[in-house]
């Protein structure tokens, strides 16, 4: 079955220090993978992508993330996190659905994110 | 801003009420989403329209009953909804359904059922 698993509902992390919220997959084919952010009361907003190429895509807000293909992971990076990127951040990976060809994306259940000052 | 907007943000409606959420996109983008968003859980896809043409999604019920007149309007028509459908309602666009392209988000409509 395609599904994506976000096993940490929150981290917790100091102001300046790096932070990692993770992600794995698991769907046939080519994985399109995202990561997206949603503040409180806001709808979610997109970070960044992988389709293809380079397995370390740099996004907004200062974010990247790393595609391992043998891991099927996706994890989110950040090498010095700010008390502004407290939010709810959401992975989700393409799946063919219905007909057509179609795909929709499969989303993970959401990580909160808690930065310190 | 992401260029989706959504009316109303807030509804509070009865179980016998009809109502509906509206969102509009003003980014040339010819897919459109309602989701549903509980808390601690994956967001649910609830409806996928492309080029105004609804795709299906068999798992929602028909208490929901949405509405695609043009490529930049969506619309969600409520009737005798449960207290369990109270959540919030994304509506999202993307370029199209190829899967490769970015959802962008509407604020969301968060619905509560009395």
């Known amino acids: 079955a395609q599904s994506v698993a976000q096993p940490e509902d929150q981290v917790n992390v100091a102001e300046g220090n790096p932070l990692t919220v993770k992600c794995t997959y698991s769907v046939s084919g080519n994985p399109y993978l995202f990561w997206y952010v949603q503040y409180p009361n806001r709808g979610l907003q997109f970070l960044l992508k992988?389709?293809?190429?380079d397995n370390l895509v740099k996004g907004s807000y200062g974010f990247e993330a790393e595609f391992n293909k043998s891991q099927t992971s996706f994890h989110l990076k950040k090498p010095s996190a700010l008390v502004s990127d407290s939010a709810l951040y959401f992975c989700?990976?393409?799946?063919?659905?219905?007909?057509?060809?179609?795909?929709?994306?499969?989303w993970g259940a959401g990580t909160k994110l808690i930065i310190k000052p | 801003e992401t260029g989706v907007t959504q009316t109303p943000r807030h509804l509070v409606m009865g179980m016998t009420n009809k109502k509906s959420l509206k969102c509009e996109q003003h980014?040339?983008?010819?897919?459109m989403y309602w989701y549903k968003q509980s808390a601690k859980k994956p967001l649910e896809l609830m409806f996928v329209y492309s080029l105004e043409e609804r795709v299906e999604n068999n798992s929602v019920p028909s208490r929901f009953s949405p509405e695609c007149p043009n490529s930049s309007h969506l619309f969600l028509h409520l009737h005798t909804l449960q207290p369990e459908d109270s959540a919030l309602y994304l509506c999202?666009?993307?370029?199209?359904?190829?899967?490769?392209?970015?959802?962008?988000f509407g604020p969301g409509t968060r619905l509560t059922v009395t």
């Open positions: 989700a990976v393409r799946a063919a659905w219905g007909r057509n060809s179609n795909y929709q994306l499969i």
């Open positions: 980014l040339g983008h010819n897919a």
């Open positions: 992988y389709i293809t190429g």
């Open positions: 999202a666009s993307s370029q199209d359904l190829t899967g490769g392209y970015e959802q962008y």
